[in-house]
T-cell receptor, first 111, second 113 residues
Framework: DADVTQTPRNRITKTGKRIMLECSQT?????MYWYRQDPGLGLRLIYYSFDVKDINKGEISDGYSVSRQAQAKFSLSLESAIPNQTALYFCATSAHGYEQYFGPGTRLTVT | DQQVKQNSPSLSVQEGRISILNCDYTNSMFDYFLWYKKYPAEGPTFLISISSIKDKNEDGRFTVFLNKSAKHLSLHIVPSQPGDSAVYFCAAPAPRGAQKLVFGQGTRLTINP
């Protein structure tokens, strides 16, 4: 079984809809992250959390919110989806070092 | 402001030859660098890293070189194999950034038989 899982893997939604992307991990890591990948821009950090009570904005948090329901679960919400949020979204975890472990990604399309 | 830059969006190399992927950075406070490899429909996976106290780190067919004066690092793959075809990202922890990684744009490597 994968250590970091993301659901759904693919999602098509309409402008204005609320959508939640979920991430679960079995690695026992405290740190969790949400990134988005766009062509030509690499991965950009949306939000990160170092434990259940710690939530921090990344470089592109506008239009997104997160919830850390437990050590193993970190959800990303788009309150009112817009077309420029169409992207590939990755969840990642880390222990105390720099190396991060990524989930398989969610491909989100906003029409 | 792109602090970590990969200026080559793509690279094509013949099987068995050396692949060299380049990465430049602007922040002299970066003191650790990582390379990730990404296949389609999968998340990035860690490949190799280097600390700024070193100028070279080798792991099998993969070697990363760091030139601090030029703010440049490169990943060498030799010999290149078809399974090396993927997108490669370089990354660095943001200084005082509590393990936040700053990624380059990625380079798509294609190994031709």
């Amino acid at each position: 079984d994968a250590d970091v899982t993301q659901t759904p893997r693919n999602r098509i939604t309409k402008t204005g809809k609320r959508i939640m992307l979920e991430c679960s991990q079995t690695k026992g890591h405290d740190r969790m992250y949400w990134y988005r990948q766009d062509p030509g821009l690499g991965l950009r950090l949306i939000y990160y959390s170092f434990d259940v009570k710690d939530i921090n904005k990344g470089e592109i948090s506008d239009g997104y919110s997160v919830s850390r329901q437990a050590q193993a679960k970190f959800s990303l919400s788009l309150e009112s989806a817009i077309p420029n949020q169409t992207a590939l979204y990755f969840c990642a975890t880390s222990a105390h070092g720099y190396e991060q472990y990524f989930g398989p990604g969610t491909r989100l399309t906003v029409t | 402001d792109q602090q970590v830059k990969q200026n080559s969006p793509s690279l094509s190399v013949q099987e068995g030859r050396i692949s060299i992927l380049n990465c430049d950075y602007t922040n002299s406070m970066f003191d650790y660098f990582l390379w990730y490899k990404k296949y389609p429909a999968e998340g990035p996976t860690f490949l190799i890293s280097i600390s700024s106290i070193k100028d070279k780190n080798e792991d099998g067919r993969f070697t990363v070189f760091l030139n601090k004066s030029a703010k440049h690092l490169s990943l060498h793959i030799v010999p290149s194999q078809p399974g090396d075809s993927a997108v490669y990202f370089c990354a660095a922890p943001a200084p005082r950034g509590a393990q936040k990684l700053v990624f380059g744009q990625g380079t798509r490597l294609t190994i031709n038989p």
